[in-house]
């Protein structure tokens, strides 16, 4: 068909030749040249090859600016030829600011042309300034000169330039302006007005970069005093331009480049009012700008002391706990170079000016100074922010870990413990824990080992138990006395007096009681303070965990540790109750159940005795009621609480321990009876503490937290729904089939499946995000495999009302792709419910959307998630190349859950063609069907053999809307052909390719295909509708008429109306095409081949 051949060259000749005839721009006429444009020329040449030039450019430019704008200082006669004034000089260095307009951003030498034009501006200046100074010194107004002239005349011809439509001539002309702003100290009053509205209009530009540029202009128009501005003038360009600085400041925080936000971080004036938003960027989305912040702004921002107490703390906390290490590390060297030297600084120049020395460089550490640590530590507040997870304790050890010379220097005599203040008890702590952690590291080299120093430091534990002893009797006074009425101390005080014992317990903690003296000086002193009803709740915690250590680690010390507790509680419940209290009360309140707590008949003596004592005690005082009923309530939570701390630090088996028996019988369960709810919830704890360690009283008490969690306010929800995700992890037995009826379901399944469904679906934050938690806890352990539960956990995911609980969506961000890419099958469980998940998400949206409240063009404003993006974060959760196989790598090629995305297409295509689905939905699964993986021998023939047929009834089905999605369709057809072909080929134990046939069943006709080439992995790239005319889609159009030219044998063709479906395959020879009813294609040539999108 050579017709058809000449009728293409024709048409790229036509093409060609419209594009030769494109008309040429016209440059204007700029006159003859010149020796003084021959000057500048080579000036600004010689100036853009290399930034070392430039001084020597410089010079020579401002010789040929002083011949034509100054007389000479010669009378002799001029050898040039050519005379030149100022306007000659300005026109022509314009001329070279309008070449480099053009220049595009990543050409070095445009940078470099700027930077030489900003430089020379600034010495052109302060030359001129210095020759009118010589004329007359009093004048305090500067006068024009030469050089302001050419800077007006250059900036008033770039002001047009700054809306250009090319963003080149934009960004090359905003990057100008600003630096000949930050290269000169004074600027025309008209014209700085006029280029701050041209800047504040150039922050919101589409162009990062032009928006970079200026911002780093404005910064430096932002310092200037706006109150100067006339009150009455009500121009709108002057109320345009008002408020520069808190444009900048909105910029700051909203502004989608994390390069313009560190350039106004680092740039903008550093105020009282700016302060602030400057140190808002400890929170910033981009590591840079935050490392920025804590590396070169805070540095700079002298004294931290200036800094509130607040804003001290939030920076510690936000820098030692970010995401990068970089931000950590700088962090870290921030509190131990800078704020330790800031507070060492007055100490370090009074003992100089003591010794006469001679002061030292600012650049030199001041020495070790225990009174500048006490400071910092002081500074930081650390009675609030050196507890258990506070932020003081990492950064006492990122100090003891930079500042070796304090390590060295610190020291522990008797005199240290006379008085020991809460900054002085952190220290030790702190110490006492950086040598002993770290000390097994071996990474510190100094010239004892770290392990050694602490024991040679700190006092044996013997005296330390003295001093413990010492500072627990402080504790108890001062808290007497805060409470008593005589007294009226500040609380404080006990505070800090509080605080000190936390620390030597902490340190305590770490010792090794092998020293028998000093083992039983300990024990005793834990002995007698757990006794003590004045204790605080914190630091009985601490005694019960060092008594434990105290006891013994085997099993016999755990029971006499079980032993000493309940001794305990027996003395503190006597000493709250027995002034005043007759033996029968104490009895009731504390003994108000037996062992034989389930009995009615005990249960119809206990409510008898209760009716007898109200009678007998009618005409009692109701105020000694009340006295009464309050300690009966601080007794029980007292006793509690130590019964809660000897649970959480013992191990053995609760039947087993007779303390334990004893302990559960007369004081758990009373408390859990209560009607108090403190009580009733301390009980609970207690109770779900208890059933970690028996399996019978787990199995027994788990409906009892189920009913609880039905009909309990929400913090008892909470607490609930703790205890039973701990009892279901620690007795995974219990959600198992009996052995008696295994077909039957375990009878504690269903309520636990429910009560987890309705935490979800609760409107209080704190039980849904703890009800994800423990979801997230029993789906990763493999207690539940319920796909209605990890469907529901992806919508809550993804839902818009989770927004507003960040504690949620966190701890589902972290579970979703772990709990998929841990196992297979739980990659293949989403995977069959990706599907709905979509489907719901779009019902959601479009109800939304729907809402009068809810402005369509927020999209997503209100924290609902793109359907787009939920469909490609399932894609992502399901990629077989991301699952761990059995030896816990991720597999090549996606081995270990190969079968994962092959599952989601055929869900995908089941939804396509069997149900009506929206336009959006449609778009989205098509998009998702366009991102899968599948690889080559991970699914059996039969399934792929599903597959094909699905795709060839979407395809006649016509259910892609558009050209992509048939394409889609198409590439997905061809790869399983090919991999269908590999998996027969194997099974028949090889041959070549022109032998290998398919099976294809479509209704109730059969058809054969034969498969030509080797097997390869399908990849199908994901494509979005509005690129259909890209050049991807020709490259895509030409590889499928290849493919489908290379299965026909001598010119015959499959092509059809709808696609690539297929409606006729070659015989087994190969020689034609026949379609279902019989009748023959007819060749054609591979020229008039139609498009696959038909």
């Known amino acids: ?270 105020t009282k009012e700016v302060l602030p938003y400057l140190l808002e960027r400890a929170r910033d989305a981009d590591a840079t700008t935050r490392r920025a912040l804590y590396a070169r702004l805070l540095p700079a921002l002298g004294d931290f002391r200036h800094l509130s107490l607040t804003h001290r703390e939030k920076l510690l906390r936000w820098g030692l706990r970010d995401r990068d290490d970089k931000v950590r590390d700088a962090t870290a060297k921030l509190f131990r170079d800078r704020w330790i030297e800031d507070c060492a600084a007055l100490p370090a120049a009074q003992a100089e000016q003591e010794d006469g020395a001679a002061p030292k460089p600012a650049d030199q550490a001041a020495p070790p100074s225990l009174d500048a640590l006490l400071e910092l530590l002081e500074r930081i507040d650390v009675v609030n922010s050196g507890g258990e997870g506070g932020i003081a304790l990492i950064a006492m050890k990122e100090f003891w870990h930079g500042r070796p010379d304090y390590l060295e220097y610190v020291s522990f005599p008797e005199s240290f413990w006379d008085d020991l203040s809460p900054e002085l008890a952190f220290v030790a702590r702190t110490f006492n824990d950086y040598c002993r952690s770290e000390g097994k590291t071996g990474g510190y080299t100094g010239p004892l080992s770290l392990e050694t120093m602490v024991e040679e430091k700190l006092p044996e534990v013997t005296r330390f138990g003295f001093l413990l002893e010492r500072e627990i009797k402080r504790l108890i006074e001062t808290t007497i006395n805060t409470f008593s009425e005589e007294e009226d101390l500040d609380d404080e005080e006990l505070a800090h007096r509080e605080f000190v014992v936390e620390q030597m317990l902490h340190t305590a903690i770490t010792f090794d009681y092998s020293d028998e003296v000093g083992r039983r000086k300990m024990f005793g002193l834990m002995r007698e303070s757990l006794a003590l009803p004045d204790l605080p709740e914190e630091v009985t915690r601490l005694v019960v965990e060092v008594l434990r250590l105290v006891c013994g680690e085997d099993a016999k010390g755990e029971r006499e540790f079980c032993g000493v507790v309940l001794e305990a509680i027996a003395e503190v419940h006597d000493t709250i109750m027995g002034e005043g209290d007759d033996a029968d009360s104490t009895s009731e309140s504390f003994h108000s159940a037996t062992s034989n707590f389930d009995g009615e008949d005990d249960d119809t003596i206990i409510v008898e005795q209760k009716k007898a004592k109200k009678a007998a005690k009618g005409e009692s005082n109701p105020e000694a009621e009340n006295e009464k009923a309050v300690r009966e309530i601080m007794v029980n939570m007292k006793c509690l609480h130590i019964a809660l701390c000897m649970l959480q630090n013992v191990q053995c088996d609760l039947e087993e321990n007779v303390h334990l028996v004893t302990m559960l019988n007369n004081l758990v369960v009373p408390a859990v009876r209560s009607q108090e709810a403190p009580i009733r919830e ?90 994800a938690l423990a979801l997230s806890k029993t789906f990763l352990s493999h207690l539940l495999t319920d796909s209605d539960l990890l469907k529901q956990l992806v919508l809550a995911y993804f839902d818009a009302e989770s927004a507003a609980n960040p504690h949620l969506r966190q701890t589902l961000a972290y579970f979703l792709p772990v709990y998929c890419h841990s196992r297979a099958e739980n990659a293949e469980r989403m995977a069959e419910i990706a599907t709905a998940v979509v489907a719901k998400c779009v019902t959601l949206r479009e109800a939304l959307l729907d809402d009068a409240e809810v402005e369509a063009e927020g999209d997503g404003a209100d924290g609902m998630v793109k359907v787009g993006v939920v469909g490609s974060m399932l894609c992502d959760w399901t990629d077989p190349r991301k699952i761990l196989g059995a030896n816990g790598q991720v597999s090549e090629g996606g ?188 060749e054609v040539e591979d020229s008039e081949m139609m498009d696959v999108d038909g």
Request: glycine letters at 8%; one cysteine or more; aromatic letters at 4%.
């Open 682 to 771: 301390r009980g609970l704890m207690c109770l779900g503490l208890c059933c970690l360690l028996g399996k019978n009283l787990a199995d027994e008490n788990l409906t009892l937290f189920i009913h609880c969690f039905s009909k309990g306010h929400p913090a008892l929800q909470t607490i609930c729904l703790q205890i039973i995700t701990d009892i279901l992890v620690t007795h995974p037995t219990l959600l198992k089939p009996s052995p008696t009826t295994p077909s039957e379901d375990s009878p504690h399944l269903r309520p636990v499946l429910k009560a987890y469904t309705k935490s979800l679906k609760s409107p209080n934050a704190s039980v849904s995000s703890t009800g």
């Open 895 to 1082: 081995s270990a859950g190969g079968r994962t995305h092959y599952a989601l297409a055929e869900s995908i295509l089941e939804r396509l063609v069997t149900t009506n689905v929206t336009k959006e939905e449609r778009k989205v699964l098509f998009a998702m069907l366009g991102r899968l993986y599948f690889p080559p021998g991970a699914c059996a023939a039969e399934s792929l053999k599903t597959l094909l047929e699905l795709a060839t009834e979407a395809v006649d089905g016509r259910v892609a809307p558009d050209a992509v999605s048939r394409n889609v369709l198409t590439k997905l057809q061809n790869g399983w052909l090919k991999l269908i072909g590999d998996v027969m080929t194997a099974e028949r134990g090889g041959g070549g390719a022109e032998e290998t046939m398919v099976a294809l069943s479509s209704g109730e006709d059969e058809e054969d295909v034969t498969e030509v080439g080797d097997a390869t992995t399908v990849t199908v790239a994901a494509t979005e509708a509005e690129d259909e005319d890209d050049t991807s889609q020709i490259d895509v159009d030409e590889q499928l008429q290849r493919e489908m030219r290379d299965t026909t044998i001598g010119g015959a063709t499959m092509t059809n109306t709808t696609g690539f479906g297929l409606t006729g395959i070659p015989d087994a020879e190969g020689t034609r095409i026949e379609e279902a009813d019989g009748e023959e294609y007819t």
């Open 1 to 270: 068909m050579p017709g058809r051949v000449a009728s293409g060259t024709a048409a790229r000749t036509s093409r060609r030749t419209t594009r030769t005839a494109s008309p040429t721009p016209s440059i204007p006429d700029e006159g003859e040249s010149s020796s003084l444009r021959r000057a500048v020329c080579a000036t600004f040449a010689d100036a853009q090859r290399s930034t070392a030039a430039h001084r020597k450019a410089i010079i020579s430019l401002r010789k040929v600016q002083e011949a034509c704008c100054y007389e000479p200082v010669s009378n002799k006669k001029s050898k040039q030829t050519e005379d030149f004034d100022e306007e000659d000089f300005n026109r022509e260095v314009v001329r070279c600011v309008l070449r480099i307009l053009p220049v595009k951003k990543a050409e070095g030498v445009g940078d470099r042309a700027v930077r030489f034009l900003g430089t020379f501006l600034n010495v052109a200046s302060g030359k001129d300034n210095e020759i009118v100074g010589q004329g007359d010194p009093d004048d305090t107004v500067l006068p024009e000169t030469p050089t302001s002239r050419l800077t007006t005349q250059i900036l008033t011809t770039l002001l047009p330039l700054l809306q250009a439509k090319d963003k080149a001539i934009r960004y090359r002309t905003t990057q100008i302006t600003s630096h000949v702003i930050n290269s000169l100290d004074t600027l025309d009053d008209g014209l700085f007005h006029q280029l701050r509205l041209a800047l504040l209009k150039r922050i919101h530009d589409k162009e990062a970069t032009v928006r970079l540029q200026a911002v780093y202009g404005l910064g430096r128009l932002a310092a200037e005093v706006e109150d100067n501005e006339e009150k009455d003038d009500s121009d709108s360009e002057d109320d345009a331009a008002a408020g520069v600085l808190g444009k900048l400041l909105n910029v700051l925080q909203n502004d989608p480049s994390a390069e313009v936000r560190r350039n106004l971080l680092l740039n903008l004036p550093l």
